[in-house]
């Protein structure tokens, strides 16, 4: 008999939570969704900014469960627009009747586990509390900003906007004197968008990136054809190294190519435009030379398109291998700085010294602004989960991942039972094209969840030497990689504190996919399952 109050509660309503909720359903599970914001969408209801787009194509990055859902929507560009990504969340949400079962403003607090009664008291910060068989986390890996430590921020006195929380209203920032902090994928969205429409824009940047063009375009045809055959098309992207049609079949270790070879290959990659740049070679993110090859060719693309010789240098990223900070996708990012109302303050030179009520102090030089914009990025793939205070007994998850995450195949961490986290760190999650993890986690999670109820199984943990090897295989695949080297988010270096462990499962989806199908085949091997 059922003693909770739900068999399961899902938190956060992007496209994780949604997909969960759907598949919950359709397999007779009681489900609800908790989600902190006012409406779905997670990353799409809540980075509103000018330019917001996805960097994975639109034909891919959408769900796959349902052939009429593929058929009937028409994405309209090969990189959809935040508006048009939200609208097709809503529509889905709308289709299958998901807001029903959906409390919206209601963030998730505390999770208490009770063995006694097998189940998780869910209290939030409306100061309800419910009980759930499973919890299962969909809050997101994107979904925390890191409030960055620059003094005086609360005292400017025009406006500021984080691009993480835009006004839905949107902004007029024409004519306005416009500053920009921070140039990862956020702020080089924003940048490009919003500057022809600025007095002027000043870009701080303490860290060039690279990007590669998207040459985004309108996908009519394209589109009809990938409809045509959408099922096969799927399942090419679930066994591919990053979960889309980026692993190009014939794609070869660098030594397999002559140097001629080697420039053509860029070439075509560059010219392909987006992420798959970073598949040029298959030892790209493991040989240095093969790495600085890659990373030459992009130096020199960003020399050719920005007018300014010295500034194009200081645009050019030199600190750490290309593809171990995540790689942007742009629109005429580079372009931008050869307008007259663009400057650059490059905070290597002239470091951010604090924000004043007039502007922003760099080196020697108060800058004065209108508005400031702050595209300063995100406690990634830990930080939701460490908001909440996660609690079985004596043990919390947030002392147990003090020294970083510890998880059996990034579904669950040992001592916290019937708790799962989709696309949690460990998984080969913000690597890959999030939708084709997504949807692999919620389905392997919902095949276990029927498999406990046709057994008659209440309770699912791991095995500590299970999560420890799994801890070690992560780690230790990483370490083969050039991924460390880079003061990135991927290995929680933008927080203050955070311990410095690289978070995703480097390996891929498609291997990835087969050790999950693996341990289910072999009776969920490495999970302890009791009545
Ligand atoms: P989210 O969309 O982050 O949703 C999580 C939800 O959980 C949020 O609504 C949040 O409010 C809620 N939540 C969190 N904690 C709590 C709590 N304690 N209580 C209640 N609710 C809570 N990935 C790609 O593959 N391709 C892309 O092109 C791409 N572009 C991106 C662009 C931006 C600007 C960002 C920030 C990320 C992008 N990502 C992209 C990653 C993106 O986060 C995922 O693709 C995907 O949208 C994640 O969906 P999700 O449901 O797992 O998490
Ligand atoms: P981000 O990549 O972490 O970039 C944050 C930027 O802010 C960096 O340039 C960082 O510099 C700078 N910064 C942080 N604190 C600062 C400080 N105190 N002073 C000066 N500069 C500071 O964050 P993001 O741009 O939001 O992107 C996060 C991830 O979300 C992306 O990598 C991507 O996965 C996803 N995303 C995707 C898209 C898309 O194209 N679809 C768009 C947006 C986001 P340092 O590099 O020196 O730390």
Not at 184 to 197: F, H, K, R, V
Not at 408 to 422: E, H, K, Q, R, V
Not at 478 to 506: C, E, H, I
Request: aromatic content about 10%; some cysteine; overall charge negative.
């Amino acid at each position: 008999m059922n003693m909770a109050d739900h068999d399961a509660v899902i938190i956060g309503a992007g496209f994780s939570g949604l997909y969960q909720l759907y598949k919950l359903r359709e397999l007779g599970f009681d489900a609800v969704i908790l989600e902190a914001g006012p409406e779905v969408g997670g990353t799409w209801y809540w980075n509103r900014y000018p330019g917001a787009r996805c960097d994975i194509e639109s034909i891919e990055y959408s769900y796959s469960f349902d052939p009429e859902l593929e058929q009937e929507w028409n994405w309209s560009e090969r990189y959809a627009a935040q508006p048009e990504l939200l609208a097709y969340i809503r529509h889905v949400s709308d289709k299958y009747d998901l807001r029903k079962d959906i409390e919206f403003q209601t963030r998730v607090t505390t999770l208490d586990f009770d063995d006694v009664a097998c189940h998780w008291t869910v209290r939030t910060d409306d100061g309800a509390s419910r009980t759930a068989r499973f919890v299962i986390a969909a809050t997101g890996c994107l979904s925390v900003p890191v409030q960055p430590e620059i003094e005086g921020v609360d005292d400017f006195g025009g406006d500021t906007y984080w691009t993480w929380d835009w006004p839905e209203e949107g902004v007029d920032l024409t004519d306005k004197r416009v500053a920009v902090v921070g140039t990862g994928s956020s702020g080089l969205q924003t940048i490009t968008a919003i500057a022809p429409d600025v007095a002027h824009l000043t870009v701080f940047q303490r860290t060039p990136v690279f990007a590669i063009p998207a040459f985004n375009h309108e996908i009519d045809e394209e589109l009809a054809e990938v409809k045509s055959r959408y099922p096969e098309f799927r399942a090419e992207s679930r066994v591919t190294r990053g979960g889309a049609h980026c692993a190009d079949p014939e794609a070869k270790f660098f030594d397999e190519y002559n140097p001629d070879e080697v420039v053509d290959e860029l070439s075509r990659r560059w010219a392909d435009g987006g992420l798959c740049y970073q598949q040029s070679f298959l030892d790209l993110v493991l040989d240095p030379s093969v790495n600085k090859a890659a990373a030459d060719f992009v130096a020199d693309q960003i020399r050719h398109k920005v007018n300014d010789p010295a500034l194009a240098e200081k645009l050019i990223p030199t600190t750490y291998p290309i593809a171990t900070k995540r790689m942007c996708v742009d629109t005429g990012y580079f372009e931008v700085y050869n307008r007259d109302n663009v400057s650059l303050v490059d905070l290597r030179e002239e470091p951010l010294k604090g924000v004043t009520p007039q502007g922003i102090i760099a080196g020697d030089t108060a800058h004065e602004f209108d508005v400031l914009i702050f595209a300063t990025g995100f406690d990634a793939m830990t930080g939701a989960l460490q908001a909440i205070d996660i609690r079985h007994g004596d043990l919390t998850l947030r002392d147990k991942w003090s020294e970083g995450p510890r998880t059996y195949l990034g579904l669950m961490s040992a001592g916290f039972p019937n708790l799962f986290t989709i696309t949690g760190p460990q998984s080969p999650s913000v690597l890959s094209n999030m939708l084709t993890s997504i949807e692999q986690h919620v389905d392997w999670i919902s095949d276990l969840l029927v498999v406990m109820r046709e057994r008659g199984q209440r309770r699912i943990e791991p095995e500590v030497q299970a999560e420890t090897t799994w801890v070690d295989i992560t780690n230790d695949t990483a370490d083969l990689t050039l991924f460390p080297q880079a003061a990135s988010w991927y290995m929680g270096a933008n927080v203050p504190g955070k311990r410095r462990v690289f978070l995703p499962f480097v390996a891929g989806v498609d291997v990835y996919k087969q050790i999950c199908d693996g341990v289910a085949v072999a009776d969920y091997h490495g999970f302890e399952m009791t009545a």
